[in-house]
């Protein structure tokens, strides 16, 4: 089982940016994907980006939400999976959630996930 703790969330104004991070603990043997999530109040989650990886390949996938503004990648030294967003919008404001076990825009294929980080764009 592995244990995730997201971090880097707030209000920023929109147009601004926000990075946010994601660390890993636990057991991680295995694990070659991680994804990105939001939820805001009364909606469903939805996909944001997935990153998967191999010794010799990176995939990535972003909903077209926040493609060209989004940016997923990670630091294998540290474990840790990041979420840099650019250009944000009043409608980005979410609880973002990250999630290891998959690389799929299903959040039903994910098996580990973490607390949560509240991003709050005012406009």
């Known amino acids: 089982q592995v244990q995730l703790v997201e971090s880097g969330g707030g209000l920023v104004q929109a147009g601004g940016s926000l990075k946010l991070s994601c660390a890993a603990s636990g057991r991680t043997f295995g694990s070659y994907a991680m994804g990105w999530f939001r939820q805001a109040p009364g909606k469903e989650r939805d996909f944001v980006a997935a990153?998967?990886?191999?010794?010799?390949?990176?995939?990535?996938a972003y909903a077209d939400s926040v493609k060209g503004r989004f940016t997923i990648s990670r630091d294998n030294a540290k474990n840790t999976v990041y979420l840099q967003m650019n250009s944000l919008k009043p409608e980005d404001t979410a609880v973002y959630y990250c999630?290891?076990?998959?690389?799929?825009?299903?959040?039903?294929?994910?098996?580990?996930w973490g607390q949560g980080t509240q991003v709050t764009v005012s406009s």
């Open positions: 990153i998967s990886w191999s010794s010799s390949s990176t995939s990535y």
């Open positions: 999630a290891a076990g998959s690389g799929s825009p299903d959040y039903t294929k994910y098996d580990s």
